[in-house]
């Protein structure tokens, strides 16, 4: 596709319900990112992917967020045992490369998430 | 490590008129980008306009410049002739290499109504 895609758009849990979130990014970007943005907040840096490696994870918030890109391109953000804290947008986002500041980030729609 | 202060949390224009949106950051980079991010209802973050830390010139992009004060760490963003299309909330940002991830990091945010 011509952007980033992410699905669900919506999706409401009941605490304690593993969610997993999908995100399609454009095709050969190198970069993928996961934020998380709370209501009324600026997205806040959740992990990044060089491809399918992993390389900075230091904004999950707890060891219930797992992310993963086993093949370089579509990316999964799980959250296992979701708590009421997890309710915010997750916005993936991707870039052609990360050697360049001003290589352009492409965010997709993101992805509601209620926990009831 | 970078963080990025937005003072204004709302701020309302009358169509046609001018609007200037305040950031200030700090960062220990020597090497940054500056931007400012739309996000209309929609959720995608769109990008309005950047700015390289070693360029001494404004940047500007048809309606939109912005007013970059490096020594006081200022980075405003004025909208001239203002649309009704600009209303959305806009986001500052910076970004630098940290570690293995050039991520953005992200104000919280000012709320921009166009009326007319």
């Known amino acids: 596709g011509a952007g980033v895609s992410q699905s669900p758009r919506y999706k409401v849990a009941k605490r304690g319900q593993d969610v997993a979130l999908r995100c399609d990014p454009i095709?050969?970007?190198?970069?993928l990112f996961w934020y998380q943005q709370a209501l009324g907040q600026g997205p806040e840096f959740l992990t990044y992917?060089?491809?399918?490696?992993?390389?900075?994870k230091s904004g999950l918030p707890s060891d219930r967020f797992f992310a993963e890109r086993p093949e370089g391109s579509v990316s999964t953000l799980k959250i296992q045992r979701t708590q009421q804290e997890d309710s915010a947008v997750y916005l993936c986002?991707?870039?052609?490369?990360?050697?360049?500041?001003?290589?352009?980030?492409?965010f997709g729609n993101g992805t509601r998430l209620t926990v009831t | 490590a970078q963080t990025v202060t937005q003072s204004q949390p709302e701020m309302s224009v009358q169509e046609a008129e001018t609007v200037t949106l305040s950031c200030t950051y700090d960062?220990?980079?020597?090497?940054?980008?500056l931007f400012w991010y739309k996000q209309p209802p929609s959720r995608q973050m769109i990008l309005v306009i950047r700015?390289?830390?070693?360029?001494?010139q404004n940047a500007t992009e048809n309606r939109f410049s912005v007013n970059f004060q490096k020594a006081a760490k200022s980075f405003s963003l004025k909208i001239s002739d203002s649309q009704l299309g600009d209303t959305a909330m806009y986001f500052c940002?910076?970004?630098?290499?940290?570690?293995?991830?050039?991520?953005?990091?992200f104000g919280t945010g000012t709320r921009l109504q166009v009326t007319l």
């Open positions: 700015q390289e830390a070693y360029k001494q």
């Open positions: 960062t220990s980079e020597s090497n940054y980008y």
């Open positions: 986002a991707s870039s052609p490369t990360n050697r360049d500041l001003d290589s352009p980030l492409h």
């Open positions: 095709s050969g970007h190198v970069s």
């Open positions: 992917f060089q491809n399918e490696a992993q390389l900075d």
């Open positions: 940002a910076s970004r630098g290499y940290t570690g293995t991830a050039s991520k953005l990091t």
